[in-house]
């Protein structure tokens, strides 16, 4: 079972609407949580943390759901510079391997005029 | 801050030849990771460092490549010899006091072994 997973995409939506997305992650004791985004070509920057009471910042909303292990994005009114790819991390605790964080696949969203 | 700095942007090299990546963290972070990123595999932790020191390497993918960081401002990630499946983007990034804290990201090297 993959430590982080989220829907590739890509996920179409047309400018002005509002788009969520998940992931689920694996461990359960995983203590840290964040969207990050990513350009094409670009390097991954820090969207937003995710807090077990939830958050949101300007059109941006995330959530999270520690009993079902997953997390969400939602993005209102969507501007066209939002198309990007969305990457899910989770720090993850483990005993032997690779520690830090965690990052999914990423799920890619084309905002369309 | 100049943020992470990372040097070549581009590498282009044959299968066999030795590479060496470099990284400037952000002046101050005491944690230094190394990734790499395919469309296959995602953005993959390799290596990181906390306060110069090597602390977990298990994902490094096998004995061509190796990491060092002789100081607080400076690392490299080398491989040797190089191959074609180890073309990709790799990226440095440093936080500052815990390894689960927000990562800045440099721009990446990316890497193409022919």
């Known amino acids: 079972r993959k430590e982080v997973e989220q829907d590739p995409g890509p996920f179409n939506v047309p400018e002005g609407a509002t788009v969520a997305f998940n992931c689920t992650y694996s461990n359960s004791a995983s203590q840290s949580f964040f969207w990050y985004r990513q350009d094409c070509r670009k390097e991954p920057k820090l969207l937003m943390s995710?807090?077990?009471s939830g958050n949101e910042d300007g059109r941006f909303t995330a959530q999270l759901n520690r009993a079902s292990q997953y997390i969400s994005l939602l993005i209102r009114d969507s501007k066209l510079s939002d198309s990007a790819t969305y990457l899910c991390?989770?720090?993850?605790?483990?005993?032997?391997?690779?520690?830090?964080?965690?990052f999914g696949k990423g799920t890619h969203l084309i905002i369309q005029p | 801050d100049a943020g992470v700095i990372q040097s070549p942007r581009h590498e282009v090299t044959e299968m066999g030849q030795e590479v060496t990546l470099r990284c400037k963290p952000i002046s101050g972070h005491d944690y230094l990771f190394w990734y790499r990123q395919t469309m296959m595999r995602g953005l993959e932790l390799l290596i990181y460092?906390?306060?110069?020191?090597?602390?977990?390497d298990s994902g490094m993918p096998e004995d061509r490549f190796s990491a060092k960081m002789p100081n607080a401002s400076f690392s490299t990630l080398k491989i040797q010899p190089s191959e074609p499946r180890d073309s990709a983007v790799y990226f440095c990034?440093?936080?500052?006091?815990?390894?689960?804290?927000?990562?800045?990201f440099g721009p990446g090297t990316r890497l193409t072994v022919l």
């Open positions: 991390v989770v720090g993850m605790y483990s005993g032997g391997g690779a520690d830090g964080l965690t």
């Open positions: 460092f906390n306060n110069n020191v090597p602390i977990d």
């Open positions: 990034a440093s936080t500052l006091g815990g390894r689960h804290n927000e990562q800045f």
């Open positions: 995710v807090y077990s």
